[in-house]
């Protein structure tokens, strides 16, 4: 998840200071295949990727399970971020916030960077959490572990009170020089992780004995001393290939099939660029969270009883003082621009403060957040609500553009008819979530499914509600008159 | 050309980083020797580093 869910971070629409933000990016703007390969590879390579890794063998996943589940999840990933956002992003060209508001209304944009913000608050809390994992092996304070809820410890409080402020004094001054660090240290943090893996693996080759002279040897290890599968730890989830495949897939599902990512792709020449997030998901949601998962079966494989995922502690074990400088740099450059970015989407609700006060103050709420451990060490179920919660706007977004117009109704609605709040939207969006909430706690249909058929539902809703709601605004108002103002 | 020079430096840093763990894992070297250099590298990468691409960015960004 990097720089974003990498956790991995859209920008809040509609507050980002970028070009081009109420009309369709120019031909002249438009950019290369290779710009985005960077841009993904470097984003989806964060810190939050050294819990999730660790997570999974903490959730008892089998070697086929995770390597093939994320093989398959990651592909789908792909592929909604190449056949469901950028077809629409360069068709269009506009960003999500502008298209939202063409559809939604004002309001109900203002509402959805409300959710972001929030959304992007504790997915900072949960980087900073992982950055301060990194002074606990400096400073030996009690840290918390794997089933801890609450801060455990004055250390631990206080380590993370001071990466967060420090991170949020840099956030509000603006992170354009932090953006830069980042761009300098991704390839860099790249390698620490893919090192990570290769030492890991040759821990684990010496403590077992193993000897690797095939692939079959190597897979031998990988399925009876890596991930071994079996009940998972206590408290956790048991994962299956099933949940591998859909975490992978919809871990971004906020960012390709809730459209965050029209605001990037609307600068592609072709729609098929969106291929180009393979580069962040078989790096970051692939190389990245394996190379993390062995470190923490290495852990324990060393000791079954320290079941603590501390990325700052493993990082030092397998890879020193360099392992530890990953942990802090890929907490920060990725922390740094979500609190930036869930600053502008508070300051779209209370234009009238000071960018910096805003910024600071959701800094320091997001550093609140990363306190309480429960959020980073249930980062799988954290995510996966973060997708759910953003999920009916792309299903909107899409049935807006592709479908609606097939049932004699008004694309654009809120443009169309100057209505600050398209209730068809609105309700979708409530409806959805009731409904994902009504199948995960009735059905007891797992939250890391639950968004596929939500999605479903969201489209086929968006459809009968816009029916109902455009025919009813026509027989007050037609539709001419609606079109003149 | 100096540019030049502090590109091979940068780079060559990096390939180093992730031979010194390739080499660890073929057994050839030692733990603690790998994260030695691993460390010294990633000082080397982020002198060098900065030194052409902050200012890359900048004319990226211009152009």
């Known amino acids: 998840m990097a720089k974003a869910v990498d956790t991995e971070v859209a920008a809040p629409e509609g507050a980002a200071g970028g070009e081009f933000e109420r009309e369709p990016v120019p031909r002249r703007s438009w950019l290369g295949f290779k710009s985005f390969i960077g841009q993904y590879a470097g984003e989806h390579c964060a810190g939050t990727e050294l819990m999730i890794g660790p997570l999974f063998v903490a959730a008892g996943v089998s070697a086929f399970d995770v390597i093939v589940g994320l093989i398959v999840g990651n592909l789908l990933a792909v592929l909604s971020w190449m056949l469901l956002c950028a077809p629409i992003a360069t068709r269009t060209r506009l960003t999500l916030y502008y298209q939202l508001e063409l559809i939604c209304g004002r309001k109900l944009v203002t509402i959805y960077n409300l959710a972001n913000g929030v959304m992007f608050c504790f997915l900072a809390g949960a980087m900073i959490t992982v950055s301060a994992t990194a002074l606990g092996v400096w400073f030996n304070f009690p840290m918390p572990a794997l089933n801890d809820l609450y801060p455990n410890s004055m250390g631990w409080v206080l380590a993370v009170l001071a990466v967060g402020v420090l991170i949020s004094l840099v956030a509000a001054s603006g992170y354009r020089v932090v953006a830069k660090f980042a761009n300098i240290a991704a390839p860099w943090m790249v390698l620490v992780f893919l090192a990570f893996g290769l030492i890991g693996l040759r821990d684990f080759i010496v403590a077992t004995g193993a000897q690797i002279n095939s692939p079959a040897d190597l897979w031998h290890l990988f399925s009876t001393q890596i991930w071994k599968g079996g009940e998972p730890l206590e408290g956790q989830v048991k994962f299956t290939f099933m949940h591998v495949m859909f975490f992978a897939w919809f871990c971004n599902m906020a960012m390709h099939i809730g459209m965050s990512d029209l605001s990037v792709f609307r600068f592609a020449r072709k729609s098929w660029y969106g291929s180009a997030s393979a580069a962040g998901m078989f790096v970051g949601h692939f190389m990245a969270w394996l190379a993390a998962s062995i470190l923490y079966a290495y852990q324990l494989h060393l000791d079954p009883a320290n079941t603590d995922v501390l990325p700052g502690p493993m990082a030092y074990n397998a890879a020193g003082i360099a392992g530890l400088l990953c942990v802090i740099v890929a907490g920060w450059t990725t922390a740094n621009p979500t609190i930036y970015r869930a600053g502008l989407a508070f300051q779209a609700i209370v234009p009238r403060w000071p960018r910096f006060t805003v910024t600071l103050l959701t800094g320091l709420l997001a550093t609140l957040a990363g306190m309480f451990p429960a959020i980073a060490m249930k980062l799988l179920g954290f995510v996966a609500l973060y997708g759910m919660l953003l999920m009916p706007m792309g299903a909107v977004i899409f049935v807006d553009f592709w479908l609606i117009r097939k049932f004699g109704l008004q694309s654009n609605y809120a443009a169309i008819s100057r209505q600050s709040f398209n209730w068809a939207a609105g309700l979708t969006w409530l409806l959805t979530l009731g409904a994902c909430w009504a199948l995960v706690t009735y059905a007891g249909m797992q939250i890391f499914f639950v968004s596929l058929p939500g999605w479903f539902v969201a489209a086929a809703l968006y459809l009968v509600l816009s029916g109902l709601y455009q025919r009813r605004n026509l027989a007050a108002a037609p539709m001419s008159v609606l079109k003149e103002g | ?63």
């Open chain 2, 1 to 63: 050309m100096q540019s030049i020079i502090t590109r091979v430096v940068s780079w060559s840093s990096l390939a180093l980083l992730i031979l010194f763990p390739l080499l660890y894992l073929a057994g050839t070297m030692g733990l603690e020797s790998v994260k030695l250099g691993m460390l010294v590298m990633t000082v080397v990468w982020f002198i060098a580093t900065p030194m052409w691409m902050w200012n890359a960015d900048e004319a990226g960004s211009k152009s």
